[in-house]
């Protein structure tokens, strides 16, 4: 589910576009509209009642961040026949509230903000409404809102999803807990979403992910999926990209030689692929990757900068 707006100030760095997201999350508003605007009248319990005070709808309030790219409508209540006039940034839009009091203004799709740094959120816009009646006037300022990407999300459910993607976290966890990196596992479940929900199809949604594998002679060509743009070994620090380290040497390779046995293995990058060896091993049959608890010293990704999965090409 999503929401257009959440009144959170702790929810201000889901906000898409710039760094956060590695590019505006585009919504789909045409597709979703009109079922995102009437699960926000129902989230809003309807309009404040009418009075002689100008008031908002529930959902308006400071530090809010409001869903990117879809008509986003305002709403609340005035004296009857007040003159209403709504702006937000660029924007201005009036309307003339009813007989009971009611009005509603709709204000064009917006663009995400965007991130400087992903330790500073936008500083956003506010929002004001006035109301004039009876000569008087009477104006209201929502402070800080910001546009984004808002999802309602819930843990430990037992509805199954059949979109499903994987986020690879191998090169920035923790051996004694979760990742404590969420930026980048964040950047990485939001390509399956941009990959298969908002038809960024160049997007490169995952890390390698094991695909087959060949014997040639005393080496195993592996292949895999999402590599397409080729392999490369890499260094992660912190937030940043990870910086290409050619010719390092790949750990935790180990080849299965005929006898059954395990012997640590070289790996080559050819291309998209990966060839393993070992200069013990003259009839391989198998091959594992970082097949352990916390493979530290990880280095192997796609050139799209995202770690490969761990995998046995025999499946134990």
């Known amino acids: 589910m999503i929401l257009p707006i959440v009144n959170a100030a702790d929810l201000s760095r889901l906000v898409g576009g710039g760094r956060h997201l590695g590019g505006s999350v585009r919504h789909h508003a045409e597709r979703y509209s009109s079922r995102l605007l009437g699960f926000w009248a129902m989230a809003a319990a309807g309009f404040p009642a009418a009075g002689s005070a100008l008031e908002l709808g529930l959902p308006f309030a400071d530090n809010a961040v409001f869903q990117q790219q879809i008509h986003m409508p305002v709403w609340g209540a005035s004296p009857p026949g007040a003159k209403i006039t709504v702006t937000f940034g660029a924007q201005t839009k009036t309307a003339t509230a009813s007989?009971?009091?009611?009005?509603?203004?709709?204000?064009?799709?917006?663009?995400?903000?965007?991130?400087?740094?992903?330790?500073?959120?936008?500083?956003?816009?506010?929002?004001?409404v006035s109301a004039g009646a009876a000569g008087a006037m009477?104006?209201?300022?929502v402070k800080k809102i910001?546009?984004?990407?808002?999802?309602?999300?819930?843990?430990?459910s037992n509805i199954a999803i059949p979109n499903t993607g994987?986020?690879?976290?191998?090169?920035?966890?923790?051996?004694?807990?979760?990742?404590?990196?969420?930026?980048?596992?964040?950047?990485?479940?939001?390509?399956?979403?941009?990959?298969?929900?908002y038809a960024k199809k160049d997007l490169v949604?995952?890390?390698?992910?094991?695909?087959?594998?060949?014997?040639?002679?005393?080496?195993?060509?592996?292949?895999?999926?999402?590599a397409q743009n080729g392999l490369m070994c890499a260094r992660k620090d912190g937030l940043a990209?990870?910086?290409?380290?050619?010719?390092?040497?790949?750990?935790?390779?180990?080849i299965q030689a005929k006898d059954g046995t395990w012997h640590w293995a070289e790996g080559v990058i050819d291309g998209t692929d990966l060839l393993v060896s070992c200069k013990d091993v003259t009839e391989p049959v198998a091959v594992r990757y970082a097949y352990t608890n916390f493979p530290a010293g990880f280095n192997l990704?796609?050139?799209?900068?995202?770690?490969?999965?761990?995998?046995?090409?025999?499946?134990?």
């Open 301 to 316: 990704y796609n050139k799209d900068g995202l770690p490969a999965s761990p995998f046995s090409t025999c499946g134990f």
């Open 241 to 254: 990209p990870p910086v290409p380290t050619p010719g390092a040497a790949i750990p935790w390779l180990s």
């Open 146 to 156: 910001l546009i984004g990407e808002v999802w309602l999300c819930s843990g430990q």
């Open 166 to 197: 994987m986020s690879v976290a191998i090169d920035i966890g923790d051996p004694r807990e979760h990742p404590p990196n969420k930026y980048d596992t964040g950047i990485r479940l939001a390509r399956w979403a941009l990959h298969r929900d």
């Open 138 to 141: 009477e104006t209201k300022t």
């Open 205 to 226: 949604p995952s890390g390698p992910l094991y695909k087959s594998c060949k014997i040639e002679g005393d080496k195993i060509r592996v292949s895999f999926d999402y």
């Open 99 to 128: 007989q009971d009091g009611k009005w509603r203004v709709t204000l064009d799709p917006l663009p995400a903000d965007k991130l400087a740094s992903v330790n500073e959120a936008p500083a956003g816009n506010d929002l004001t």
